[in-house]
């Protein structure tokens, strides 16, 4: 494990460096707080740091404060070395952000003993992160796919929709449905049907830039936003999925199978002042079209299928109003 070790005197640092390093540490020694500094901001910096109080530049105290300030770090371990001793330099050390102190003449157990509990803290920590992380996923995350799930894809194409406004640019919003899925399921089992929602899903993610969204909509439904879309290669963007899934069949356990898609396709410079409800209600009556049209193909939603958007009192009002 790295370790930073920050103390001015020459010898103090020396011998306090060979003991980090017969301890098996990984020691980056520097003699000011500015170095300090410099080290704990470097690319994967040191996670525990042994800081001496009083050093030139910025003293113990101040790369303390200064590291606590810091959001966007990882947790760092800091363990304060000093000759001052009394309750109130302790109190004033801890209310810096060191964890630990430690008084010198140090102990080499005693300094192990302490730098082995802040590695445990650390340990506890990275695993704190890393739950947090795979709770957020799990919220955010279809967990059969790992797209978007509904609410967060929605949620997209509603902050998008209010972007390409505000940007004067199209998005295209697609709802993709699987043709026959019904008939997967009952012909191959769920277990195929499963991987062939898994094989979809990564095919239209593939196929998509990596600024577009891709989210699972539905039991077999994917909706995907692409942005900043020049509206005349809309349909041929879409054409492109429909092909991704179309043109090789999807290797199964026992066998392989050939799966489609029907994609309906809504612009949202076809349906201006309209909520992400909308653009969603009129890409899902072009995929009806699809199914009508005999599946495997893509439709797009005309302007004017939707029914009259009720008069709002001024064009640029902030205020949502549920008309529902
Ligand atoms: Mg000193």
Redesign the pocket.
């Known amino acids: 494990m790295k370790i930073l070790l920050a103390?001015?005197?020459a010898l103090s640092r020396t011998l306090l460096q060979r003991t980090l390093q017969r301890a098996g540490y990984e020691v980056a020694a520097v003699e000011d707080g500015c170095r300090a500094l410099a080290e704990l901001s470097k690319e994967d910096p040191p996670r525990l740091a042994l800081l001496?109080w009083?050093?030139p530049g910025r003293d113990g105290i101040e790369v303390c404060r200064e590291v606590r300030r810091r959001k966007d770090h990882a947790y760092t371990y800091l363990i304060l070395l000093s000759s001052r001793e009394t309750k109130q330099d302790i109190v004033q050390g801890l209310e810096s952000g060191a964890d630990d102190y430690l008084t010198k003449p140090y102990d080499a157990e005693e300094l192990k003993a302490r730098l082995r509990a802040g590695e445990r803290i650390l340990e506890l920590e990275d695993r704190l992160v890393e739950a947090r992380e795979s709770m957020r996923f799990q919220a955010t995350h279809d967990l059969l796919t790992s797209l978007w799930n509904r609410g967060v894809i929605v949620e997209l194409v509603s902050r998008e929709m209010v972007r390409s406004r505000r940007e004067k640019w199209c998005n295209a919003v697609m709802m993709c449905d699987i043709d026959h899925f019904k008939k997967v399921n009952d012909q191959n089992g769920h277990a195929a049907g499963d991987d062939v929602l898994r094989e979809v899903a990564r095919r239209l993610q593939t196929s998509v830039r990596s600024y577009d969204m891709v989210g699972r909509y539905g039991g077999e439904e994917f909706l995907v936003v692409l942005n900043k879309c020049d509206p005349s290669s809309a349909v041929a963007r879409a054409e492109n999925l429909r092909n991704a899934v179309a043109a090789k069949p999807i290797l199964l356990s026992t066998k392989s199978l050939t799966v489609t898609i029907s994609v309906g396709v809504a612009l949202t410079t076809d349906f201006p002042n309209r909520d992400a409800d909308d653009i969603l209600h009129a890409a899902d009556m072009a995929l009806y079209a699809a199914k009508e049209a005999g599946r495997n193909c893509i439709r797009l939603a005309q302007p004017g299928t939707l029914p009259p958007a009720p008069e709002a009192p001024h064009a640029e009002s902030p205020v949502l109003i549920s008309h529902k």
Do not use: T, V
Request: aromatic content about 0%; hydrophobic content about 35%.
């Open positions: 103390e001015d005197d001496d009083i050093m």
